[in-house]
T-cell receptor, first 114, second 113 residues
Framework: AQSVSQHNHHVILSEAASLELGCNYS??????LFWYVQYPGQHLQLLLK??????LVKGIKGFEAEFIKSKFSFNLRKPSVQWSDTAEYFC????????????FGTGTRLQVTL | EAQVTQNPRYLITVTGKKLTVTCSQN?????MSWYRQDPGLGLRQIYY???????DKGDVPEGYKVSRKEKRNFPLILESPSPNQTSLYFC????????????FGPGTRLTVL
């Protein structure tokens, strides 16, 4: 079964700082990777997704992520964070055989200070 | 507007009192799932449904039931809630096996006393 690890549990950054959140998965086959964001009191929203093709994917709000197959990683990046990016970020994976099931990481709480 | 709706959004109940959390989607999606979110554990799948009358267990199904009598609805039933089911619950839907992307409802915060 697949699993997802997010090693950064709580990240605090000042506005305009660069962001990189780590995500590693364990599964030897073909994966589909996602980053979701949950703003305080709100439901999960899709930031970006990777199915195939260019391993550098761009999402909404200036976020991007790079799929590195050899490292089983799908790290989320943003060059310059804003206070409004304060939220919890979840990495998730599905595999071809479990397309109806998203396996989530434990989440990273990002706090952006002014 | 395409969306997944859940009701109620907040619920406080007592141990043993049966409850149902409704979930409805208006996107004609085949797949629907229930997740619970707990601090430090992320989201874990409770049950999922691949179509009408087809349901299966996820990672944490104990203490829950579901049904899928209509394509748009996927209620979560707690026959005898216990305090360890206090959690934030999310319903999600997905168009088909090939699309992978899931859309989430707004969540239901349940407290069992």
């Amino acid at each position: 079964a697949q699993s997802v690890s997010q090693h950064n549990h709580h990240v605090i950054l000042s506005e305009a700082a660069s962001l990189e959140l780590g995500c590693n998965y364990s599964y030897g086959g073909t994966v589909n990777l996602f980053w979701y964001v949950q703003y305080p009191g709100q439901h999960l929203q899709l930031l970006l997704k990777y199915f195939s093709g260019d391993p550098l994917v761009k999402g909404i709000k200036g976020f991007e992520a790079e799929f590195i197959k050899s490292k089983f990683s799908f790290n989320l990046r943003k060059p310059s964070v804003q206070w409004s990016d304060t939220a919890e970020y979840f990495c998730a994976v599905t595999t071809t055989g479990t397309a109806s099931k998203l396996t989530f990481g434990t989440g990273t709480r990002l706090q952006v200070t002014l | 507007e395409a969306q997944v709706t859940q009701n109620p959004r907040y619920l406080i109940t007592v141990t043993g009192k049966k409850l149902t959390v409704t979930c409805s989607q208006n996107m004609n999606h085949e797949y629907m799932s229930w997740y619970r979110q707990d601090p430090g554990l992320g989201l874990r799948q409770i049950y999922y449904s691949m179509n009408v009358e087809v349901t299966d267990k996820g990672d944490v199904p104990e203490g829950y039931k579901v049904s899928r009598k209509e394509k748009r609805n996927f209620p979560l039933i707690l026959e005898s809630p216990s305090p360890n089911q206090t959690s934030l619950y999310f319903c999600a839907s997905q168009f088909s096996l090939a699309t992978y992307e899931q859309f989430f409802g707004p969540g239901t915060r349940l407290t069992v006393l």
